[in-house]
């Protein structure tokens, strides 16, 4: 018998945080995409703006 530091968990356990980790990747990935793009649509705005005012 060999005496492991970690025991292996189960396959559904690790299945599960599998799907919760990629869920997180997912929900991170795309809030960051929809932070970038409210960041460029301010900046084009503030720089459209500006021309105007011009």
């Not at 530091?5 to 990629?22: C, H, K, M, W, Y």
């Amino acid at each position: 018998m060999r005496t492991d530091r970690r025991p292996i968990p189960p396959a559904g356990v690790s299945a599960v945080v599998n799907g919760q980790l990629e869920w997180l990747v997912i929900l991170a990935v795309s809030v960051g995409v929809m932070l970038y793009g409210a960041y460029t649509v301010v900046n084009l705005g503030s720089f459209l703006a500006e021309l105007v005012h011009r």
